[in-house]
Structures are given as structure tokens and as C-alpha cells.
């Protein structure tokens, strides 16, 4: 139906940054939005942001003024620009959707991407 797939996944430096990514393919009839969640060795999934259709965006605490979130509509592509990387945003990145397709009966489902991982290693 729908597949979301994620990269930009990888090792990365406390204080560097990394880039994102995940398209969405199938058959889609609208994205209502897109989001980013992550889960840690042990923790529970949380998410890290969110981005609607229309632009706009809500933040986890822990990545307000670190990381950026945007969506390029045409491409249905969601980007999660990280900077100032801390060893605490080390987890496994994963990719939502909440997508309108011809078998939800015109309601939006949720969707999710295999992961990628992200580790802050000095």
C-alpha cells in the first residue's frame, strides 16, 4: 500500500549534525502529515517532530532549536535536519506518515518506516 523509506542514518560527532530523510511511495491519495519519532535502547518511541501538509510543525522539548523538520510536498519527502547532536540523540529514528490512501475509507492511517539508526559517538 503505502512504504516509507528512511536515510541519512549513521555515525555522527557530539555537536555535529546530520540530515534525514524519508520518502513516501504508494498509493497515496494526500499526506496529512509527517513526522519523525526515535526510540532508544530501552525507552519507549517519542517523538522528535511533526510536520502537516500546510507547514506546521510541533517539537519535542529535547529538539526545539536543534533540529528542523520540513516537507517537500511534491516529492513527499520528509526531511529531520539535526544539528548540535548530543549523546542522548543516540536511537533509531523512524519515519511516520498519517496518509490518506483508497483503503482507509477517506481516513487517514499511520504508516511507519523500517528505521534508521543514529549514534553521537565522540
Known amino acids: 500500500q503505502v512504504q516509507l523509506v528512511e536515510s541519512g542514518g549513521g555515525l555522527v560527532q557530539p555537536g555535529g549534525s546530520l540530515k534525514l530523510s524519508c520518502a513516501a511511495s504508494?498509493?497515496?491519495?494526500?499526506?496529512?502529515?509527517m513526522g519523525w519519532y526515535r526510540q532508544a535502547p530501552g525507552k519507549e518511541r517519542e517523538l522528535v517532530a511533526r510536520?502537516?501538509?500546510?507547514?506546521?510543525?510541533k517539537y519535542a522539548d529535547s529538539a526545539q532549536g536543534r533540529f528542523t523538520i520540513s516537507m517537500d510536498n511534491a516529492k513527499n519527502t520528509v526531511y529531520l535536519q539535526t544539528s548540535s547532536v548530543k549523546p542522548e540523540d543516540t536511537a533509531v529514528y523512524y519515519c511516520?506518515?498519517?496518509?490518506?490512501?483508497?483503503?482507509?475509507?477517506?481516513?487517514?492511517?499511520?504508516?511507519w518506516g523500517q528505521g534508521t539508526q543514529v549514534t553521537v559517538i565522540s
Open positions: 511516520n506518515g498519517h496518509i490518506v490512501t483508497p483503503y482507509g475509507l477517506g481516513s487517514p492511517e499511520d504508516y
Open positions: 504508494g498509493n497515496i491519495i494526500s499526506i496529512v502529515a
Open positions: 510536520i502537516t501538509k500546510s507547514g506546521t510543525t
